[in-house]
């Protein structure tokens, strides 16, 4: 399969949260247009090793890719659309922004280049724990942001959401739901806090001055969140995604579904013919990299096919539509039960997936103990 779906990593920010652990850095004194000049590289190079077809998705992540000044947006814009001119008609274009960051100029810029989806990084709606996180936007530039984007013509906005935060408690998990659902999104994605090495929150928790919620607590707000998104009409398709009927990410559901896409940008993953790459994380050396030798890659792993059919559960188990059995069959020429056989019992036996219609999917307990799940699969493939 050739990739239908491109990543590209924009590693700047205007300020860095204490919980990321990203490839990212504060933008103030940043070689900006020698990166966006490197990435038009990088795409020239990519698309002449493995041409594009018809793309479906096009995701800009970082960082924060809308730090970038209108020109530059625009330049990356006009980039992306000359090295991968065919687009499906229906194509999902998504921007990660932050609030207060999308200005009605950047708007413009987008809508003109072709963005139709943006992701803000809400994380909360507790003015407090926004400062104790090291998000910099306040509650009201949530609000307005989303407004503005409304009013310049976007027509898909996504909310992303963390519990488990540093004193953070059931009850504002509830509100920061219900103020949500007042800006009417169409999508969300909720995720738990998970505290990295390299990051301020990591140094904290070691030092024991990171007050988190109980494990109790943490569940407690999962399933809070399930349900009050479910009973709001956004039903859940995915372990940490919900959305309105016909909102599901395009983009992320490429991941999911284990396809490949093109990944571009410093500290970018993408997956190709097989293969996986990661680019190396630093700027310049990313800039050099690209005017040197064209794709700045770091490392690369060509995927056994046990590998990749672990991979297959894995990621489509992640789904709650489950992994297809006729297509896991058709695209490995084995069927699922022979490669799998004594884990899919073990794990059907603990009541933690169920066979339904041609799929196989994690049951209510299932959901709460995925990790246990999909390490189940790991150096399991039997050919």
Wanted: charged residues 25%; glycine residues 8%; proline residues 5%.
């Amino acid at each position: 399969m050739k990739p239908k779906a491109v990543y590209i990593h924009i590693p700047f920010c205007s300020h860095k949260c204490h919980y990321c652990d990203f490839t990212a850095y504060v933008v103030g004194g940043q070689p900006v247009d020698e990166y966006l000049e490197a990435l038009e590289r990088e795409m020239a190079y990519t698309v002449a090793e493995v041409q594009p077809e018809k793309i479906h998705s096009i995701f800009i992540g970082g960082g924060t890719p809308t730090v970038l000044e209108p020109k530059q947006l625009e330049r990356l814009l006009a980039a992306v659309r000359r090295h991968f001119p065919h687009w499906a008609d229906d194509i999902e274009f998504t921007v990660e922004a932050n609030p207060g960051t999308t200005e009605p100029d950047k708007l413009r810029v987008m809508r003109e280049g072709g963005v139709n989806r943006l992701s803000f990084g809400a994380q909360t709606f507790r003015k407090d724990l926004l400062e104790k996180i090291g998000r910099i936007h306040s509650v009201e530039d949530i609000r307005r942001s989303v407004h503005q984007a409304r009013e310049a013509g976007v027509e898909n906005i996504s909310l992303d959401l963390m519990f488990g935060l540093p004193e953070q408690q059931v009850v504002d998990v509830e509100a920061a739901i219900r103020e949500a659902l007042l800006l009417q999104p169409d999508h969300f994605s909720v995720y738990s806090l998970k505290v990295e090495e390299g990051t301020l929150f990591h140094a904290r928790m070691l030092q024991g001055k990171l007050p988190l919620p109980s494990e109790d607590d943490e569940l407690a707000m999962y399933q809070l969140t399930r349900q009050q998104l479910a009973e709001a009409g956004y039903p859940q398709y995915e372990i940490s995604n919900f959305a309105k009927p016909g909102f599901k990410s395009r983009h992320n559901s490429t991941y999911w579904r284990n396809e490949p896409y093109y990944g571009l940008g410093a500290g970018a993953h993408g997956y190709m013919q097989g293969v996986r790459h990661q680019n190396v994380r630093g700027v310049k050396e990313y800039i050099r990299l690209t005017s040197e030798q064209g794709r700045p890659v770091d490392e690369t792993h060509t995927v056994p096919l046990e590998e990749e059919m672990e991979n297959q559960m894995i990621l489509g188990l992640r789904l709650m539509e489950g992994v297809d059995v006729s297509r896991f069959a058709q695209r490995f020429e084995r069927e699922v039960g022979d490669v799998f056989g004594g884990v899919l019992e073990r794990l059907e036996t603990k009541g933690l997936i169920q066979w339904e219609k041609g799929r196989i999917r994690l049951t209510e307990q299932g959901i709460l103990f995925g990790n246990e799940v999909f390490a189940s699969f790991i150096g399991e493939a039997v050919l």
